[in-house]
Structure formats: C-alpha cells, structure tokens
C-alpha cells in the first residue's frame, strides 16, 4: 500500500462502507434512516398531496371543479356523496361539499403551520433568552409560564374567543400566544444543557457576546429539536383549532374550516351522515400523518441511536 | 410531608394571582363588558345608565375595580347607622354618580370569598348555577379517570410485557390513533353509529327528560354514560398506556429485577410483583395532566351530548355573553388544575419511599 501511494500518504482513502461509517454527518445519517422508513414516508406523501390541495384549492375549485363554494342552492340539499357534480354531496344550505372541504382544509392548515411558525419564534426567542441568561429573566418567564400553564389552554381560549370573535387571522396569534409555552420550555431546557458544553465556555473565552454564542453555536444544535416539535404542534394546532371552531368559538361562517364544519353536525344525523364524516376524517388524517412524521424524525435524527 | 404540602399551597397563591388578574383583563377588554351588559336596559335613558354605570365603578381607577371583583365592596363602602345608605367609605366615593346624595352600601364579597356576583342570563348567583351543574360533571369525570387510567396502565403493562410483539405494537395504534382523532368527531361519529343507526344508545342527555329536571340513580342510567365515558377515556388511555410502557421497561433492566430472575422467580412474578409496582410511581405524576384533560375534554364532551354540566355551561355562557359565569369557570378550572398538580406531587412522594421533601 505504501509503494503505490501519493505524496499525502498519511491521507486514508476510505472505501464506501467505511466512507458511510466514519464520514457521514448526522443530518446525512438521518436521511438515510428515513429513507428506510416506510411508514414515515407513507405519512409524508399524504401531508404532501394535502399540502398542496390546500394550496391550489381556489384553483382547484374554480378550474376543475368550476362551482361556487358558498353558493346555496336549496333544492339540492343533502345529496348525498357520489352525486353527479358532487363529489362527496351537498350540506343543509346545498353547497358543494367538495369545494367546501378544499377551502376548509386551506383554512385549517394554514392555521396550524403558521400557529406552530409564530410559536417556535416565540418559543426559540424566549427559551434561549431564559435558558441562556438565567436569573431574574428566567424567574419571572418561569413564573408567567407556570399561570399560563395552570389554565387549561381551552377555557384560556374560550375566555379570549368571547372577547374577540375571531377571524382566521387573529386566530393563529391567539392560538400562538396562548400555545408557546411548551416549545419554549423545550428550548429552554435545551439551551440550558448546551449552555454548560464546552464549546460554549471556549466561545466565552474568546469574548463571544453572549448574543453571538447564541445565534451562532446553540441555534444550529437545537434544530432537529425544533423541527420534531414543529411537525407536533402543527398536529396540535390544527386539532385546538377545530374544537375551538366546532364549539362556534373558534373562526366564524361563512369562512369554512374543518372544525366549523361541524357545527350543525348533531342536526344531521338522519339526513346527512355524510356531512359529519368527512371533515373530521380530513382532520384525522392530517393530524395522525404529522405524529407519524414527528415521531419518525425523531427516531432518524436522534443521536443516541445507532444503527 | 406536611410542611412540603404548606410550601407548595402557598406557592400557588401567586398562581392564583396570576390567573384572576388575566381573566379580569381579558373581561374588561370584551366589548360592552360586564358593566355594559349589566346597565344594558332598553328604553333607559343615557343619563341614568351612565349614574348607573358610576355606581358600579366604572369611573374608579382600574386597580380599585379589580380588587372590588376580587376583594368584594362590602369593606369598601359600609353603612353603620342603619339607614340603607352607605356613611363610610375607603377607596370609594361616597357618592359615585354625582347626585348628591350617598349610594348604598356595598353587598360583593369578592371572589375570593366565591361571589362572582350573578349571572346575566338567570339573575341567579353564579355559584348556585354551578353548584347545580358541577354533579354531573364530576361523575363523568371521576367515570372516565377512574375507566381511563385502569385501562392505560393495564395496557402499557402487557405491552411492555410483550414487547414488539402484536399487541404491543396494537397499543402503539392504538395511541397514536386516539391521541389523533379530534374527540368531538369521534363523539359525533359513536352517536351516528350507536345511537342514530343502531339505535342502541340515546343519542344525548343524562337521563330520560323529565318535567322535574331531575335524574334517577346512576345505575338506572348507565346506557347515557357509556359513549361520553369512552370519549373522555381515549385520550387518557392514549398517554397513561404510553407513559406505563416506557416507565415498564425503564425498570426492567435494573438489578433488582435481575436479581429476581436469578433467584428462578417465573416471568409472572417479576414483571406483575416486582417490576409493575415500581414502574407505576412515575404514573401518578401524570394525574395533573390528567385531570387538566378531563376538564377540557368535559367541554367538547358535554356539548356533543347536551350533557348538564359544567363544560357546557361555559360554552352556552360565552355564546350569551354571560362573563361572570364564563370568568368563574375559567378560575376554578386553573384552581383545580393546580391542585391536581399538587395533588400528584403529593401522591408521588406517598408511594415512593426514596422521596423525602424536607
């Protein structure tokens, strides 16, 4: 071997085996388990084709479909699913159910990301703040959480619906501020243990402001934390939102959620069974196929476990 | 023990603080407001409902309204010759709308004492409202508690136990599934099953309507528990099956159970005897979650079956804008969540003999 080598003889070239043991980074690593992962893949594709009916549904329903979502039509109420024209029927007013569905899910699914997208802001702000510094700031967050916590978030939510009517916009924020608290704990705790690493001492020794330390050396360490938890929260959010919506406290008609949908639902027992099925099964769906995609990362990017 | 249980009751009480502060805000913040609601009187003309809004506090400074919610005005504004009109007064104007002579003496004994005034829509006091409506909201909270967490454990024990195999991997389905599902549909679709096609259950209610709105002993009635019962079960079998198998199979490593099937003890005795006893102390830390779960779940539960309790009462009370019984029933929730959490502080250190709170 020695004959034959190049001047940097002392570099090792590493075969593919090897070159996947020795020279795979952690994020690589878990690719490679995901792509092993049946189930979590499964999950994936489905939040996929949700996602993107969700983004295309005006498209959707003014191009393919060509029917107005709210128009009403009162001798065609209740048609049942599999009518011609109506793909999953028509509810007590006579809309399309179909079109409905696709304008709810846009609502609902925009709610639950860009709800679990403020509360991770909130979340990393806070819980680094708190986690890094300690102290009287860490105190007073821990004392604003532990109120905030003692609430059950659905009566918290209950109280501020009554004040506000909520329209889909303010919505996300009131859901956000009331949910931060969990993913801020989590990162919190996090930050805490990396604060203590000694990377994070030597970047203080060098006269890294503390602002610095960070963004640049605890931000990177904690995102497969925070993109487990985001896919989780989403799950979460879209979930408070549609109770929130089916008690009628949530977003109001017309605007269509998956939740609000529901509202009539227990009128509907005898002549439209159908109108309570699928709104709730899209839910289900999505939520299971977010739980199924956080626990998933989880395993494929979790350090600990080996091979 | 008992200085532990001090300590902790004591640190609640900023909690408590903490939380009627919030929930004052928010009321005042609501459109119209309790003041608004409670001088609405069509055909009132402006002035009167203004001395009226005066006489209620409206133009007190906001920290002396609140601690009148709080606190109660009876100490505030007092007569003592007897004459039905008020002659002392701290905090307050003797007279607050501007008529010259002295309003009448404050009645509220504040929240803390548990007057949360009454409520708009009944003019009855908001804690003989709940009083009413509280029965039937524990009985199908202890149900579920009781049902949910005997199952969970039992669940997470044998799938510990069976590790990988098929059940096992049924319970973890099974979890994921009902902590998935959005309660109020799965309700909504058991009712469609069983009540409206089947036609096996009631579709809703406590118990058969009467004219004396009153129901028969529970076991005349269980066929009305049943579905409501599962429904606020799914999510505690969901985490105590979860949380029992994981703590399961956290002890089953350790030496002493090593040192037990050295001894030849069958699997039965080591996992049932030895392993399950200590694997269920950390299971008691999870009854305030549980609890803060059973009362959010009461509200979608309740209102899916028009069932008479408290979480419905909430609902119905935000949809008629009724703030003091919206305002007492988020405050005693959050004094029930911390006492849960309290309570299962407490628990844990009753049944684990390693824990000395000193």
Redesign the interface.
């Known amino acids: 071997m020695a004959a034959q080598s190049k001047p940097h003889s002392n570099v090792v070239q590493l075969t593919g085996a090897e070159e996947r043991f020795f020279g795979e980074s952690l994020f690589q690593k878990g690719l490679r388990r995901l792509r092993r992962d049946k189930l979590t893949l499964v999950a994936l594709s489905v939040l996929c084709v949700m996602a993107l009916l969700a983004l295309f549904a005006p498209v959707i329903i003014n191009q393919v479909l060509r029917v107005d979502p709210s128009a009403t039509d009162p001798f065609e109420n209740f048609l049942p699913m599999g009518t011609p024209g109506h793909l999953f029927g028509t509810d007590d007013l006579g809309r399309d159910q179909f079109a409905r569905l696709l304008q709810a899910g846009q609502v609902s699914m925009s709610i639950g990301f860009f709800g679990a997208l403020i509360t991770l802001t909130i979340g990393l702000v806070l819980g680094m703040t708190s986690g890094y510094f300690g102290g009287f700031v860490d105190d007073a967050l821990s004392w604003i959480i532990a109120t905030l916590d003692s609430i059950p978030s659905l009566f918290l939510l209950i109280l501020i619906s009554s004040v506000l009517s909520p329209t889909a916009e303010s919505l996300v924020i009131v859901i956000a501020l009331i949910g931060w608290t969990g993913t801020t704990r989590l990162i919190r705790g996090q930050t805490f243990s990396l604060r203590g690493l000694d990377y994070v001492t030597s970047a203080q020794a060098l006269g890294a402001s503390p602002w610095r330390i960070m963004f640049v050396h605890i931000v990177p360490n904690l995102i497969s934390v925070v993109m487990i938890s985001l896919a989780t929260s989403i799950g979460a959010l879209i979930l408070t939102e549609s109770a929130l919506s089916f008690l009628g406290l949530g977003v109001q008609p017309p605007t269509a959620t998956w939740g609000n949908m529901l509202i009539k639902a227990q009128t509907f027992y005898i002549r439209g069974p159908h109108m309570v099925l699928m709104p709730g099964l899209l839910i289900f769906v999505t939520v299971l196929c977010l739980y199924v995609v956080g626990d998933g990362l989880r395993d494929a990017f979790d350090p600990t476990t080996t091979d | 023990m008992f200085r532990y249980i001090l300590k902790r009751a004591i640190q609640s009480i900023?909690?408590i603080f903490?939380?009627t502060v919030?929930?004052y805000l928010?009321?005042t913040?609501?459109?119209g407001g309790p003041v608004g609601a409670l001088t609405f009187k069509p055909g009132t003309p402006p002035q009167e409902r203004e001395k009226l809004a005066a006489r209620l506090g409206v133009n007190d400074p906001w920290i002396v309204q609140y601690m009148r919610w709080l606190l109660g005005d009876d100490w505030m504004r007092w007569d003592s010759d007897g004459d039905g009109l008020a002659d002392h007064a701290v905090l307050l104007p003797l007279d607050a709308d501007g008529d010259g002579k002295a309003e009448a003496p404050g009645t509220s004994r504040g929240v803390i004492r548990g007057d949360f005034g009454n409520s708009f829509v009944s003019r009855r006091p908001v804690l003989d409202v709940l009083s009413e409506r509280l029965p039937a909201t524990l009985e199908l909270g202890v149900a579920s508690l009781v049902i949910g967490v005997f199952v969970g454990v039992v669940l997470g024990i044998l799938a510990a136990v069976r590790r990988g195999g098929w059940f096992d991997n049924v319970t973890r389905i099974v979890a994921?599934?009902f902590?998935?599902?959005?309660?109020?549909?799965?309700g909504?679709?058991l009712?469609?099953l069983f009540?409206?096609q089947l036609q096996l259950l009631p579709?809703?209610g406590r118990c058969k309507a009467t004219i004396s709105d009153s129901c028969p002993p529970i076991y005349d009635r269980i066929q009305y528990m049943i579905l409501p019962t599962f429904i606020l079960a799914t999510g505690l079998v969901a985490g105590y099956s979860r949380f029992t198998r994981a703590s399961m199979l956290d002890i089953i490593n350790q030496d002493y159970i090593r040192t037990a099937r050295a001894k030849g003890l069958n699997d039965r005795a080591v996992w049932f005897r030895h392993a399950a006893r200590n694997a269920l102390i950390p299971v008691a830390t999870f009854l305030g979650p549980a609890i803060?779960g059973i009362?959010?779940g009461a509200?979608?539960t309740e209102?899916?079956f028009?069932y008479p309790g408290v979480g419905r009462t909430?609902?119905q009370a935000?949809?008629q804008?009724d703030?003091p019984v919206?305002?007492a029933?988020?405050i005693y929730?959050?004094i029930a969540?911390?006492f849960g959490?309290l309570l299962s502080d407490v628990l844990y250190g009753i049944i684990d003999p390693r824990i000395r709170y000193d």
């Open positions: 900023p909690l903490g939380i919030l929930t928010l009321m913040a609501a459109p994921v599934v902590n998935a599902i959005p309660s109020f549909w799965l909504l679709m009712i469609l009540g409206a579709l809703q803060t009362l959010s509200v979608i209102t899916i028009s909430i609902v935000v949809q804008r703030y919206v305002m029933v988020t929730a959050a969540t911390i959490y």
